[in-house]
């Protein structure tokens, strides 16, 4: 046994010193950045001292030329190793005539139509799971059920899951969603509605989530002195926000609208007051959302997926000696795989962006990015904001 293990040492050790000596591994450090010796010793063309202080080697710097204002100079430094190149103008000796220096963002600026084959292999992404949701009334007390007046509506849920994903393992999920309405009644048929909600959310793999909300609202009936003309006027507004623990702040959006209700009646001797035809409403509203933490759009060759999902949610009614309510059961299972594995598309950079056309070259890549992107349809009143990226050039 032993002699067995002395002559497996033997021949690994030979080997390796053949190996060392046809090819050896410390030539692999030349492609592990820039090497040459005109890099190495770059020598600034406002060099003043001769003598090195750290070192006490000799540094000459001799100016040669001057082209378009740029200063071409050769310099030397003494105290040349035995490992040392030499660069074009001699052992010890460099000259500096500058560098262009090119940050590509995007693609390349000078792209015409160039070939780009992507090839992805990734397994199917499922995901497995389970939700169950409560949404009880305690004494009438509930969603539903509710006594009328000045009493506030109040409305409870919470949920518990459980999923599975065959790339991020298992992960729990909690959530807890609560509602309330203040309502207070006016002479003139004028009310006021004050409403907030808030939804918190817990899960181990997206962390805490919550979202609160607050709404108000004014509504003014009004009837003509015949009695041929009921009108509504409502006005309100609503902000809301959503903040993760892991994201930080992520949206915040808010809205006001107004809106007018006419319903028109007349006289009917045998039947009296009846509605003359639909009501018209009219209105007017104005609200955004300010995102953070958006995707921007990169030019990239993505493939196309196939997503399956089916989703069974049975439901049940509780009832228990003022306690009631709804039971909810959600069992899903969803499925993402690529629909192909590979993809050909042309690619034009900034100066060829025009001859890029979309519909023409079967989803060409262009060199431009867009900001908070996200998806869009014919319905979307505007458009993220767009801007090429050129690629960006230093000397």
Known sequence: MRKIILKTIVVFLALNILLETLYPTVAWALTGGPSQPEVESFEPIGTTNMVDPFTGD??????????????INISHHSGVTMDQEASWVGLGWNINPGVINRNMRGIPDDFDGDDVYTETNIKPNRTYGLTVKVVPE?????KSGQPKGKKPKTSLSASLGISYNNYRGFSCSQSISASTTVAEGGKGSNTNSLGLSGTIKSSNTDGLTIQPSLSFENKQKTMSKDNLLKSELTKGGSISAVYNSRGGLKDIGFSI????????YRMDLNRGREKDGAAKVTG?????????????YTPQSSLPMVNRAVTISPKAGLGFFGLD?????DAFY??????????????????NAHKGDYASNNGALLDFNREKDAEFT????????????????SV
């Not at 000799?58 to 200063?71: A, K």
């Not at 305690?138 to 509930?142: C, D, H, S, V």
């Not at 309510?325 to 059961?329: K, T």
């Not at 969803?334 to 100066?351: I, R, T, V």
């Open 58 to 71: 000799f540094v000459y710097n001799i100016p040669l030329l001057d082209v378009g204002g740029y200063p």
């Open 284 to 296: 007017s509203g104005v609200g955004g959302n300010l995102s953070f933490g958006m995707p921007t």
């Open 325 to 329: 309510g709804l039971l909810y059961i």
């Open 138 to 142: 305690i004494f009438g007390l509930g």
């Open 378 to 393: 014919i319905n979307t009143p505007r458009l993220p904001v767009t801007n090429f990226t050129y690629d960006i050039y």
């Open 334 to 351: 969803s499925e993402q795989k690529l629909d192909k594995n590979n993809s050909h598309k042309k690619a034009y950079g900034y100066m």
């Open 257 to 264: 609208y107004k809106k007018l209700s006419e319903q028109k």
